[in-house]
């Protein structure tokens, strides 16, 4: 029972393997490959199968971070990933990219923030706590923001918050002058997404529609949201 985990929504390229049977990650491989994930990420794959002694019949299931974060690398990572459970009729689970992150912060009696840079002071992100076992809940919807509104809304939360970022060295001064001794920010290895938690996030999911299953932008490319607001103008005239 193989679990191929798949993550290109941001910088980093993740792939890693996960044996269901004997509750263990057998391979995982990171680069930060960032605008080479399309040419990267199949012979990536191709590798860890073989260093996992898999063949593809092997696989059970498929998990793909699914976004927000680069629109090409979550366009590339899904599109693969569907297309590989297609062909091997096996199911695809799509996992939240931001879930991925703040599993870096489990088991910790604080709340976790994580976040992807998003351009024009944006980001996208989301609040999140873990419980003693390593689970998460979101407990603040996953959104696109302006990161200065984001952090006075934080500043009412009663409880120290641990920020999570491959982004985080562009905004860090904001976060510490913001919120001072309530934020944490821990060393560079929590700031990257692991492929080995994301395939153990959707170990026990069911299986989406593989027609269903579709990235989670968190916001409308520029274009669809210029063509809506001149529709919005031109309902108005």
């Known amino acids: 029972m193989s679990i191929l985990a798949i ?12 044996d269901d049977h004997i ?14 994930h399309s040419k990267r990420l199949m012979p990536v794959i191709d590798q860890v199968m073989k260093d996992a002694s898999l063949y593809p019949k092997d696989l059970t299931k498929i998990v793909v ?11 590339i990572g899904l599109s ?19 879930e991925v992150l703040a599993l870096n912060g489990a088991n910790q009696s604080y709340k ?11 980001v996208y992100t989301g609040l999140y706590e873990s419980d003693e076992l390593g689970q998460i809940r979101l407990v603040k919807e996953e959104q696109n923001i302006l990161f200065s509104d984001w952090l006075n809304q934080l500043k009412k939360e009663d409880q120290t918050i641990i920020f999570l970022s491959p982004d985080v060295d562009l ?25 080995s938690l994301l395939a153990i996030s959707g170990k026990n999911r069911q299986g ?27 309902d108005n005239e």
């Open 7 to 18: 993550d290109t929504s941001n910088e980093t390229l993740g792939v890693s393997i996960y």
């Open 23 to 36: 509750q263990k990650t057998k391979i995982e491989y990171t680069e930060n490959s960032k605008t080479k």
């Open 65 to 75: 971070a699914k976004g927000p974060g680069s629109y090409t690398g979550v366009r």
């Open 80 to 98: 693969t990933a569907k297309m590989m459970g297609w062909t091997l009729n096996i199911p695809v689970i799509g996992v939240s990219s931001l």
């Open 112 to 122: 976790i923030c994580p976040f992807f840079d998003a351009r024009r002071g944006l």
């Open 171 to 195: 905004h860090k001064e904001t976060i510490r002058e913001m919120l001072k001794e309530k934020a944490i920010i821990p060393i560079e290895k929590f700031h990257i997404p692991s492929p």
């Open 208 to 234: 989406e529609s593989i027609h269903q299953l579709t990235p989670n932008y968190l916001r409308l490319v520029e274009a669809e949201a210029k063509w809506l607001a001149k529709q919005k103008e031109q």
